[in-house]
């Protein structure tokens, strides 16, 4: 047998890996025939949970971890995913659960100077600082634990593969140990996961495929703020987002998100407006700042912070031909501020509003809420639960609310601007 260090396909060494095929067997045996169960005959069981104790987690969860389920939580360096996990894990043991941490990177000394440091020392939370996880998870099933964290998947070596810790084949190989663990037990699970230069949870693919749920926690480099998301969700729904502030008592679930991407202040400047847009079951305030500038070079630049650039210029392209605001002389920057990523369609209009207030050097009146996706034609759309996003509105401050005039009638607790084209914005607000 030849020996390859290195895969022809995709040139990186040490991913190879021998396969044994299975051998057909030609004695012409009889081969049993399986029957299938048609579904309307089963009966649907509902997951039993148990709650993280952090509300928040909560929610992106779809009510809490459910019994033997495998949670898979990746997250930048120094994020705060050990942080979160080790007050979850307190928080359950104050609850009665028994609870053990696996950390393979850390220390019991360092793991507990930080549960001092955060006030997490209570009964119930044992740790087991070991780089054996097979023995590891073999203590957790004698001992019946309630939940388990493994921290991290990558630092962990399993003795059935070859290679080293963080290899494709060992992580591929620990998870699956894990898992068949949780999965034999009833043990929820969390296994923590490294991140990739490109944002990516390191290791196989497979990994992701593995487990029951995948959350991505992240923030800014020089910001308080974390989101948490669910990437994939077998429980529950991938739409959630739970926000959290960290603090010198690690972290804390934000109250009132709005008021965290939107300070409510008259600043009186061009490009600003304020979108009501959905997160999963929560309404939030993105606060949407424009700016235009003159440029010198043939070629203007095109820069956005929170939204993706080919949507920045697709809704230039729909104000210069629908509306005639051009902006081929000048460089745009967008920027949604509080660091919010918006995915949410019904943030057109309010991205329409601020692009088209930069570009007049008109400022928009601050008590307006904007509400509703643009489409190519200059039509402005109807959003989903407008109700509920008009109720928010209202909460926050605003007076007034621009919504698509095919949105249906409904009672509202403040002032409804309703229009059919893009181009009425125009009128309604960047006329002198």
Not at 190 to 197: F, P, Q
Not at 374 to 399: C, D, N, Y
């Amino acid at each position: 047998m030849s020996m390859i260090g290195r895969c022809p396909g995709c040139g990186e060494w040490g991913t190879m890996e021998e396969e044994i095929t299975a051998q057909r067997s030609l004695s012409g045996a009889a081969v049993p025939v399986k029957s299938a169960v048609p579904i309307s005959g089963l009966e649907a069981e509902e997951q039993e949970r148990v709650s993280s104790g952090i509300e928040e987690l909560d929610r992106v969860l779809g009510g809490g971890w459910v019994m033997g389920g495998v949670t898979l939580l990746g997250g930048e360096p120094g994020v705060g995913k050990s942080t979160l996990l080790l007050q979850v894990c307190a928080e359950m043991a104050k609850r009665g659960s028994r609870v053990l941490y696996i950390s393979g990177e850390e220390s019991s000394g360092q793991l507990a100077l930080r549960g001092r440091r955060l006030g997490l020392m209570t009964q119930g939370l044992d740790l087991l600082c070991e780089s054996d996880l097979q023995s590891s998870l073999a203590a957790a099933e004698e001992h019946k634990y309630g939940f388990v964290v493994i921290d991290s998947v990558q630092a962990f070596r399993a003795d059935s593969e070859s290679g080293w810790a963080g290899s494709p084949s060992q992580v591929k190989a620990v998870a699956l140990m894990a898992a068949e663990t949780a999965k034999r037990c009833g043990i929820p699970m969390v296994l923590v996961g490294h991140i990739t230069k490109q944002g990516q949870i390191a290791g196989p693919k497979l990994l992701e495929h593995m487990v029951d749920t995948v959350l991505l926690f992240s923030g800014e480099q020089n910001s308080p703020n974390r989101l948490l998301r669910a990437e994939k969700n077998r429980y529950g729904s991938t739409e959630e987002l739970g926000i959290f502030e960290m603090s010198e008592r690690g972290l804390a679930a934000v109250s009132d998100p709005s008021r965290l991407y939107w300070n409510g202040t008259d600043l009186g400047s061009s490009g600003v407006a304020v979108a009501a847009v959905l997160e999963g079951s929560r309404v939030l305030a993105a606060e949407i700042q424009a700016l235009a500038c003159a440029t010198p070079f043939p070629y203007p630049k095109r820069t956005a912070r929170g939204i993706d650039v080919s949507r920045l210029q697709l809704l230039l392209a729909v104000l210069e031909r629908r509306c005639g605001i051009s902006s081929r002389s000048n460089d745009i920057y967008l920027n949604v501020a509080g660091g919010l990523s918006l995915k949410d369609p019904a943030a057109d209009l309010g991205i329409c509003a601020s692009l088209a207030s930069a570009a007049t050097d008109i400022e928009l009146p601050s008590d307006v809420c904007f509400i509703g996706e643009v489409g190519l034609a200059g039509e402005v759309r109807p959003a989903g639960r407008t109700a509920m996003r008009v109720k928010e509105a209202a909460r926050l401050g605003f007076k007034r609310v621009v919504i698509s005039r095919r949105t249906p009638k409904e009672s509202y607790p403040i002032e409804v601007l309703r229009i059919s084209a893009l181009k009425e914005i125009l009128d309604l607000f960047l006329r002198r």
